[in-house]
């Protein structure tokens, strides 16, 4: 198995009498501890598209509210330091004296830096 293949590993349910039926010991999901942002459903979007095998996994496992929100954060940090490292490189025109041009670069820079968060974090 190459290291870029995913193995699913299945759960063992357990089960509990009900009368005559057996019925699945599952229990509702957490509750995400913090709200879902953009990255976050982003990441889950891409999950259900691509990655179904790891989406149940983490589903399964009730991981997956603390892993949207791990991704959510982590990428709005990635975003931080990526626009501010562009910054620093690549200064924007007066935004007083260049109104129009200041909004065009940082929206480019925006632009530019969201490309990468979800490339190296989302979509991965």
């Known amino acids: 198995m190459s290291k870029n293949q995913e193995t699913f590993k ?33 990441r889950n979007q891409y999950l259900k598209e691509f990655k179904p095998d790891l989406l149940m996994e983490l589903i399964f496992d009730d991981k997956i509210n603390e892993h949207l929100v791990e991704v959510d954060q982590a990428a709005q940090r990635r975003l931080e330091l990526i626009m501010a490292g562009m910054m620093k490189n690549h200064p924007a025109p007066d935004k007083k004296t260049q109104p129009l041009e200041w909004a065009g ?3 480019n820079l925006q632009n530019l830096a969201n490309e990468i968060v979800l490339s190296e974090l989302i979509y991965n």
Do not use: A, R, V
């Open 105 to 107: 670069y940082m929206n």
């Open 10 to 42: 299945p759960m063992e349910l357990t089960y509990h009498q009900e009368g005559e039926f057996l019925t699945p010991d599952i229990k509702p999901l957490t509750p995400p501890s913090q709200e879902i942002g953009k990255y976050g459903n982003l």
